[in-house]
Each structure stands twice: as structure tokens, then as C-alpha cells.
């Protein structure tokens, strides 16, 4: 018997299980009816066509007959590469991911079907294409009701991007820690009155926090739910408000500190073109399905990754204008590249409920190879963990890879400690290699250029 | 703009229309159910003027080069 994924069990008509490189979706008797009324119309199948809604067939019978409660249907649907959580995305991947799922809705809509939730969690990335994965989200729409996942929406696309977009404040850092997002009474509490005027501010965000205060003081709740009735024109007409709305929002202006750190950072070409050769003779013989760039800038490395025959990358930074360039470069090659936020000394835990519900960085399938390129520096040095840890940490996230090494004499070293006292007699490049060593296979090493960093590829034995 | 507990009340008196309960596994939020009916009438509306707006603005346009007026946001 297989155990179900631990993140899909809030909505009880079906769980999901990963087996076999594919993912098993058992339809329980409590979601036969709505989902057999979405088969039967083909809307699965309309949204799937549309590239809004993952891939599904129906599994093998034999299946279900191990499971236990025995579903009363099995879908069998193509694995994401890279589970990835809306508190590690950027301002246009969570957009994207907005858009998309307003879409998906206004599509089922067309159908005279919905969405029973808004969860952003439903949502996942195949490189920079967000789709949609729950397919037992989509259920017959009753004329005249309610959109229920009206505040889960605002909380999970709407608020976060509001953050971002009027305060200029990142809303990760927030999101991870309540994973179910921002609720409108404490972004109301954020916003300027200036922010308040539009429409979509002062209905979804305002005026929801009122109501909501409210509805808590007063306790009618069995009330409402009886009374209240939307019709369809004006939920399409809320929907398709926000969409515009959100496809409009754009990031204040002004440059992030490490956007155009690849344009002009201390290196000199020749340097860049023989890390480019290392980075590709490792990609190459390793030919890695998933790789992971830790500190990928605006993704210059990750490309040549590819080019060498890295088929998938997520890319990972801690700047976001680079994340963002990153982003939008991958979005126009259409390669399949995940940009994703990471502070590499606070990597997303696992969380939610019993701290399994969302897994953590490291738990989250193979990754066949890495490559951290100036970054152990940030580290050791800008973060104070001891080098033999810097390196097994990075040398635990995948058993191939490259790692390089700016020594102290290094510009970006330099300014790392010209504002501090050295307390870092351990970091040198014998000690680096000594703790590669002890924990690896050091295959190839290159010092690049005259007195450059020092780059080696490993390989875990 | 403040808004009071009046027009709250003036919300949820606005928005009996009749029974229709809508019972998916998410609870949807009592404050998000108030003013969902009044925000959906008022989207409603301004969907309806952009679209109006933008009919006009072809009609008008029509001389110009047909793709050009239709560059507007939906």
C-alpha cells in the first residue's frame, strides 16, 4: 500500500499519491458525482486542451484494487518536475498564477462548472508555465451561488500582490509563515488611503475586512450563508474585473541591489568564458535531469547548464530583480527553468499541517546536480556559517556539481569583510578543498584566470 | 471613505434575494459572503461600461486602423 501525499487531504472527495514517476489521483465515493458530471461534459478535457489544467487519463483498473478506501475512480496524471510554493515566487510568477487560475475559472464558468477553492497552492510551475493541478476543484456551479473561494483567493493571489506591488514590500517572508496567506484586515491595516482608491482595493480588500470584523463580532453566520445569492453575470463580472486588475499591477519602480551584478561585477571575460566551459563539461557528462543553480543572477550559467544537456533547471536566487530577469528570460526562450527565492541560510522548511503538509527545500524530489557559483562567499562570510558546513550543505543537495571559491583576495570578498573584523581564519582555499575532500569526489579543479577563484567539480561517492 | 456598521446592514439587506446555499468543503468566510453580492453587481456594472465605452471608442475609431483602437485591456 502506498501513503497518499501529505498535502492533499483538506478536500475529501479524493487524495493523491506519487508512485512509479507519475501521480495517482483515487476519486472517492464523497467526489464521484461531481467529478463523473465534469466527465461526462469533457470540461476536464476542454481546460487540459487549453494548457490550463495538468495532463489525465484514466489509470490502469488493477490499481485501485491496493487501495484502501477503494476509490471510485484513478486518474493517472504526468509529474510536476519541481513542487514549488507561492512564498518562493516572484511578483510575475505569482501574477501568472493568479491570471491563470481567474482563467481556469471564467473557463469552467463558460461550462457551467467552478472552482470549489482558490488555493495558490494549486497551482504549480513547468518551468515558467504555471498550470493548474486539481482537477476536483472543478464542480457543477449551482445558478446564484456564492464564489467560496472569494476570501482564499484574495488571501493567496490578491493581497500578497497588492503588498508587493502598492507598499513595495515582499510578501514571502509573511506568506511562508501564515502559508495561508494574507488576510485583508492586516493588509488593510498596510495600505495608504492612497492605495484604497480603486474599486478592487476598496471592495475585495476594505470592505471584506469590515464585513469580516464584523461577521465576527455578530455571529450570524447560518443567516448569510441561506440569504446570500450572486449571479453568474456578476461573479464572471468579479472575475473577470480582477484579471484585469492584476494583469495591469506592476512593481514599483527603482533597481534591485544585485539586478545588473552580472553586467558589472569584477569579473573579466576571459574568466566568465572558462567558468562557462567548466560549468558545461560538468552539465554534460552528468546530463542531469533536474539541476539546481544556486545563485543563478539573471540565469547566464543555467543557460550554458542547458546548452550542455541539463534538461530541467530551477534556478534559485535571493534578489529578486535577478529572479524577475531570470524569469522573463526563460518565459521568452520557453525553457524549462523554475526561478525560485531562496536565502540559502533559511531554505523553505517543511510546514503546515503536522510539518508535512508542505515539504521542505530539500524534500522535494532528486536533483541530479548542482552547480553554486559565488556563493559560498554570502555564506561563510555574509552569514557566518562555518565553511565545513557551508559545504556540506551545498554538497547534500545533489551528488554531482560545481562549486567555486573566491578567496580572500577577491573584490567580493573584500567588501564582504571591509566592514567587519576577520573572523574567518578557516576560510581558505586549502580548508575548502580539504572539506570538498573529505566529503566528495573532487573530479576536475581550476583556478580562473590568474590569482581567480578557484572552481571544482565533485562527485559524491 | 469610512464604512460603518450601517452599511454593512444596508449590504446584507441589499443582497437577500433568496436561499442559496453554497456547501463545498472550503467555508467560505461570512465577511467574504456579505459583499460578494453588492461587489459582483457593481463589477457587473463596470464591465458593462468598459465594454460600452469600448464599443464607442471603435465606432468612432473606425477610420483608424481596426487594430489599433482594440488595444485595450480585458
Not at chain 1, 478535457?45 to 488493477?62: F, M, S, W, Y
Not at chain 2, 471613505?1 to 443582497?15: D, K, P, Q, Y
Amino acid at each position: 500500500m502506498i501513503n497518499p501525499d501529505p498535502g492533499s487531504f483538506r478536500d475529501p472527495s479524493g487524495r493523491v499519491f506519487i508512485q512509479d514517476g507519475r501521480v495517482l489521483r483515487a476519486i472517492y465515493e464523497m467526489g464521484r458525482d461531481n467529478f463523473e458530471a465534469v466527465q461526462k461534459v469533457g470540461v476536464l478535457d476542454a481546460l487540459i486542451a487549453k494548457g490550463l489544467l495538468v495532463e489525465a487519463e484514466t489509470a490502469e483498473p488493477g490499481l485501485a484494487d491496493n487501495m484502501e478506501p477503494k476509490p471510485a475512480h484513478l486518474l493517472s496524471h504526468p509529474l510536476i518536475p519541481f513542487i514549488s510554493y507561492p512564498y518562493e515566487w516572484t511578483f510575475s510568477q505569482l501574477k501568472a498564477a493568479a491570471v491563470l487560475h481567474l482563467e481556469l475559472h471564467l473557463e469552467a464558468l463558460r461550462a457551467n462548472f467552478t472552482l470549489c477553492d482558490a488555493t495558490a497552492y494549486n497551482v504549480q510551475f513547468r518551468g515558467t508555465e504555471p498550470v493548474f493541478i486539481d482537477h476536483l476543484s472543478v464542480v457543477p456551479y449551482d445558478e446564484g451561488e456564492i464564489w467560496a473561494g472569494h476570501r482564499q483567493f484574495c488571501m493567496q493571489f490578491l493581497n500578497p500582490l497588492l503588498l508587493w506591488a502598492k507598499r513595495g514590500v515582499v510578501p514571502n517572508s509573511w506568506y511562508r509563515g501564515s502559508v495561508e496567506g494574507i488576510a485583508p484586515e492586516d493588509l488593510a491595516a498596510v495600505l495608504s488611503w492612497r492605495d484604497k482608491l480603486s474599486f478592487t482595493v476598496l471592495a475585495h480588500v476594505v470592505t471584506q475586512a469590515k464585513a469580516h470584523n464584523h461577521a465576527l463580532k455578530t455571529e450570524t453566520k447560518e443567516k448569510i450563508v441561506k440569504v446570500h445569492k450572486l449571479p453568474k453575470r456578476s461573479l464572471v463580472a468579479m472575475l473577470e474585473g480582477l484579471k484585469s486588475y492584476i494583469s495591469g499591477l506592476q512593481l514599483p519602480g527603482g533597481r534591485s541591489v544585485w539586478s545588473d551584478y552580472a553586467g558589472d561585477n569584477s569579473y573579466n571575460a576571459e574568466k566568465r568564458a572558462e567558468k562557462h566551459d567548466f560549468v558545461a563539461a560538468m552539465a554534460g557528462s552528468v546530463q542531469p535531469d533536474m539541476m539546481f543553480d544556486i545563485g543563478c543572477n539573471s540565469g547566464d550559467f543555467t543557460q550554458t547548464a542547458l546548452d550542455a544537456g541539463a534538461k530541467s533547471v530551477v534556478a534559485f536566487d535571493f534578489d529578486y530583480g535577478a529572479l524577475e530577469r531570470c524569469y522573463s528570460r526563460f518565459s521568452q526562450s520557453k525553457q524549462s527553468v523554475l526561478p525560485l527565492w531562496l536565502d540559502a541560510a533559511n531554505p523553505s522548511p517543511s510546514q503546515g499541517w503536522a510539518n508535512s503538509e508542505r515539504a521542505s527545500l530539500g524534500d522535494r524530489g532528486k536533483i541530479d546536480a548542482m552547480v553554486a557559483l559565488a556563493v559560498i562567499h554570502h555564506i561563510s562570510i555574509g552569514r557566518n556559517v562555518p565553511l565545513d558546513m557551508a559545504v556540506d550543505w551545498l554538497i547534500g543537495l545533489a551528488p554531482q556539481g560545481v562549486i567555486e571559491f573566491p578567496n580572500k583576495d577577491d573584490v567580493m570578498v573584500r567588501k564582504l569583510l571591509a566592514s567587519r573584523k576577520d573572523i574567518f581564519p578557516d576560510y581558505t582555499e586549502e580548508a575548502f578543498l580539504q572539506h570538498v575532500g573529505s566529503r566528495a569526489q573532487i573530479v576536475e579543479q581550476k583556478k580562473l584566470g590568474e590569482d581567480g577563484r578557484l572552481i571544482v567539480q565533485y562527485r559524491r561517492t | 471613505m469610512g464604512i460603518s456598521e450601517r452599511h454593512i446592514a444596508a449590504f446584507a439587506v441589499l443582497t437577500i434575494f433568496g436561499a442559496a446555499p453554497a456547501f463545498a468543503y472550503l467555508d467560505p468566510a461570512t465577511g467574504s459572503i456579505i459583499i460578494q453580492a453588492v461587489i459582483g453587481a457593481v463589477a457587473g456594472g463596470l464591465l458593462y461600461a468598459k465594454l460600452f465605452m469600448h464599443k464607442v471608442r471603435t465606432f468612432f475609431g473606425r477610420k483608424t486602423a481596426d487594430g489599433a483602437s482594440e488595444n485595450t485591456e480585458s
